[in-house]
Each structure stands twice: as C-alpha cells, then as structure tokens.
C-alpha cells in the first residue's frame, strides 16, 4: 500500500524526480570510471615495467642499490649454476656499469646496460645487436631508446666515443656507433641508458660471466650470496605513486555524492513543504506520524534505486565508448611514467557493486533527514499549510 502510494508520487513529481535520478546516476557512473580509470592505469604500468625490467623478480648481491651508481662496479657477482641452468625463457642476465658518451663534444654520463641476447624473458626490441656477433674490434655497437636519442641528439649510424672503467679499475675508451633507435615504453630503460650485448660489455670489462642482476621467471628458492627482490619491491615507486594520486581521488569522489545528495535533499524538502496539506489529511484519517516518514523516505529512496538502474544503462555506453577508444597519454612521453600506449578502464565488479551500495546507502539518509520533521507535524497546522516553515 505505502509502496504503490510513493511509486505514484514518485512519478508524478515529473521533471524533478528525472533529474534526480539522472543526477544520482551520472554520480555513479563518474565514481565507477574514476576508480577504473585507476586501475586500468596502475594495471598497464604494472604490466610494462614487468614484461621489459622486473619479470618475476630479481637475484642480486644483497647490498646493490640502482641509486647509487658509484658502487655498480662492487655489487656484480658471478651466476650461481642454480641460475645458469635455467633456460633462455625463464631468464634474463643484466650487467649495469657506469659510462660516459661524448656526443657534440659533450660529456654524458650514461648507464651502460648488457643484456643477453638469448634471453625470452624480458620484452625488448635489441634484434639489431644480435647481427654484431663478432668480437668486439674498434667499433661498439650500441642501442639506445627515443628519450636518450632526443637528449643526446643522437641518430641511428652516428657515431660517438664511449668510456668506462674495467673491473681493476683502468679506464678506457672506443668508438661505438648507434644501430638502432628503439621506442621503450619505460623510461627507467630509456633515459640515461644505453644497450649493449652482454657479452661484449663483459669483454670490454673484463668481467667474464659477471651480472648485476639476474631477472626470473619466478622465484627460484634461495640461492646463496644472492638476494631475491620480489616484484612488489621493484615496483615500489610507480606503486607509491598510483595509491598517492588515489587518495586525491577521494576528493572528486565526495564532491560528486554531495552533488547527488544536495540533489535528493532539496526535493525532499521541497516536497514537505509544498505537500503540507497531504501530510495533514493522512494523519487525520488515522495515518501514523512514523509511518508518513516512511512513505515520503520511500518516495526519496526511489530515486537512489532507479539511478543505480539508469546508471547501469548509462555506464555500459560511456564505459564502453571510452574502452574502444582508451585515454591518449602521449603527452606524458617525457615524464617517468611506464606508459606510451592508451589506456584502458579496468572495472573490478567489487569495487563497482561497494560504491553503488554506498552511493544509494547515502541517498537513503538524505532522503529520510529532511523528513523527520513530519513526526512533530499537528495536523492541524499542516492542514492549514502552516505546520512546516
């Protein structure tokens, strides 16, 4: 009975009832794309840094630290056979020494990074070093990516002297010629860095079978004189930055349920005042004070529940657009961010299904606040349009 009551009312408040629920909806569907939006980004972040650096973790010397490029030469170690064993597919060998390049009659400290050419692991695009299988005579081939190749002004076949200091600490120096300018989706292997085979980096040094690192397809138990970095550790910073830009989200996210319940609370508002005559009559044919509020919280709750049904509607059209054409990230070409590529929403159902709850939960209590004035209403005075100012 209250229900078919409130439904009438609902419909019959028109335009207003409309653009609440339309209100309500596009709050939802603008909570769910900004949470997608989130994940799809931390996801492809995650999944680059993975497929070209991380994989499934590090083996290194417990001490080695990427930051502090003064003790590279110190931290490198020679593969334990617990690791050499392993096939091309479940690893990846690294050797990261300090360098310096002189482009344009510049100095350009470089981290010289040798990779094996083996490797199926990692995901990157050094084909061009595997045609340089001869020793290594007076010329190096090196790769570089685009950043590098914009900051050094460097071109592929120019050339440019290469320097560093083998492992007993002498310095030399060679020619070695770009082959090849590569497009790497993380700058962390880009800016800074340039490529080399690994077994001619190791030559040129003298550090036979000597790595820096050794990335795994997953862990492979302990090994000694070695310490295993989880991905989790080696993704910290992209990963601290993801959950901080997370946090400002919270703010666009209580703007929009206080949007919507600003929306909800002035029609409620508006209803007791301009239905003054309606609550009186009720209550003098023998309706009970508590039960008015019900059927005016009712009426404001069907706002909430046919929001989350438009909202539904709504978000398969927007969302799926928006997953057809992806988010143009090219401007962040420069910064540290490991992606080049559009990004995609990435829904998680719990997230969607928790933030509708909250949502219509919220709606819910606007709805009832304004109305708790009804229980003190005198008929009387709501007869004569009186009762509520």
Same mark, same amino acid.
Request: proline share 5%; hydrophobic share 50%.
């Given at each position: 009975?209250?229900?078919?009551?409130?439904?009438?009312?609902?419909?019959?408040?028109?335009?207003?009832?409309?653009?609440?629920?339309?209100?309500?909806?596009?709050?939802?569907?603008?909570?769910?794309?900004?949470?997608?939006?989130?994940?799809?980004?931390?996801?492809?972040?995650?999944?680059?840094?993975?497929?070209?650096?991380?994989?499934?973790?590090?083996?290194?010397?417990?001490?080695?630290?990427?930051?502090?490029?003064?003790?590279?030469?110190?931290?490198?170690?020679?593969?334990?056979?617990?690791?050499?064993?392993?096939?091309?597919?479940?690893?990846?060998?690294?050797?990261?020494?300090?360098?310096?390049?002189?482009?344009?009659?510049?100095?350009?400290?470089?981290?010289?990074?040798?990779?094996?050419?083996?490797?199926?692991?990692?995901?990157?695009?050094?084909?061009?070093?595997?045609?340089?299988?001869?020793?290594?005579?007076?010329?190096?081939?090196?790769?570089?990516?685009?950043?590098?190749?914009?900051?050094?002004?460097?071109?592929?076949?120019?050339?440019?002297?290469?320097?560093?200091?083998?492992?007993?600490?002498?310095?030399?120096?060679?020619?070695?010629?770009?082959?090849?300018?590569?497009?790497?989706?993380?700058?962390?292997?880009?800016?800074?860095?340039?490529?080399?085979?690994?077994?001619?980096?190791?030559?040129?040094?003298?550090?036979?079978?000597?790595? @820096?690192? $050794?990335? %795994?397809?997953? !862990?492979? *138990? +302990? &090994?000694?004189?070695?310490? =295993? /970095?989880?991905?989790?550790?080696?993704?910290?910073?992209?990963?601290?930055?993801?959950?901080?830009?997370?946090?400002?989200?919270?703010?666009?996210?209580?703007?929009?349920?206080?949007?919507?319940?600003?929306?909800?609370?002035?029609?409620?508002?508006?209803?007791?005042?301009?239905?003054?005559?309606?609550?009186?009559?009720?209550?003098?044919?023998?309706?009970?004070?508590?039960?008015?509020?019900?059927?005016?919280?009712?009426?404001?709750?069907?706002?909430?529940? @046919?929001? $989350?049904? %438009?909202?539904? !509607?709504? *978000? +398969? &059209?927007?969302?799926?657009? =928006? /997953?057809?054409?992806?988010?143009?990230?090219?401007?962040?070409?420069?910064?540290?961010?490991?992606?080049?590529?559009?990004?995609?929403?990435?829904?998680?159902?719990?997230?969607?299904?928790?933030?509708?709850?909250?949502?219509?939960?919220?709606?819910?209590?606007?709805?009832?606040?304004?109305?708790?004035?009804?229980?003190?209403?005198?008929?009387?005075?709501?007869?004569?349009?009186?009762?509520?100012?």
């Amino acid at each position: 009975m209250i229900f078919q009551i409130a439904l009438k009312n609902f419909l019959r408040q028109g335009m207003r009832s409309f653009l609440n629920v339309l209100v309500t909806a596009l709050a939802m569907v603008a909570v769910v794309f900004n949470l997608s939006l989130y994940n799809g980004f931390q996801d492809q972040a995650v999944r680059n840094m993975v497929s070209t650096d991380v994989a499934g973790g590090h083996y290194r010397t417990p001490d080695f630290d990427l930051l502090a490029p003064m003790e590279w030469e110190d931290q490198t170690f020679k593969i334990p056979d617990a690791l050499s064993s392993l096939p091309s597919s479940d690893k990846a060998e690294v050797l990261v020494l300090q360098g310096q390049i002189f482009p344009n009659r510049r100095l350009f400290p470089v981290q010289l990074r040798g990779m094996d050419m083996q490797q199926k692991l990692l995901d990157l695009p050094l084909n061009k070093l595997e045609e340089w299988g001869t020793p290594v005579d007076d010329v190096i081939p090196i790769i570089i990516g685009k950043q590098m190749a914009g900051k050094s002004h460097l071109h592929i076949g120019d050339g440019v002297v290469l320097r560093w200091r083998d492992r007993f600490g002498a310095v030399d120096a060679l020619d070695a010629r770009v082959v090849d300018v590569v497009p790497l989706i993380n700058p962390r292997i880009d800016q800074g860095v340039v490529w080399m085979r690994l077994d001619h980096l190791r030559k040129i040094t003298q550090r036979k079978g000597e790595v @820096s690192w $050794v990335a %795994v397809k997953e !862990f492979k *138990g +302990t &090994i000694a004189g070695t310490e =295993f /970095q989880v991905p989790e550790i080696l993704l910290k910073d992209i990963l601290d930055l993801i959950r901080q830009d997370r946090k400002y989200a919270i703010i666009i996210w209580v703007i929009l349920i206080f949007l919507a319940g600003i929306s909800v609370f002035n029609t409620q508002f508006l209803n007791i005042f301009k239905r003054q005559r309606e609550i009186g009559t009720l209550m003098a044919f023998g309706m009970p004070p508590g039960r008015v509020v019900r059927l005016f919280t009712l009426e404001g709750s069907l706002a909430a529940f @046919s929001a $989350v049904l %438009v909202a539904l !509607f709504l *978000g +398969t &059209i927007i969302l799926g657009w =928006f /997953q057809s054409v992806g988010l143009d990230v090219s401007h962040l070409a420069e910064s540290q961010i490991p992606i080049r590529e559009n990004i995609y929403l990435k829904i998680e159902p719990v997230e969607v299904i928790l933030s509708m709850l909250v949502i219509v939960t919220i709606m819910i209590l606007v709805a009832w606040i304004p109305v708790r004035k009804i229980s003190k209403v005198n008929p009387t005075e709501a007869l004569r349009g009186r009762a509520i100012t």
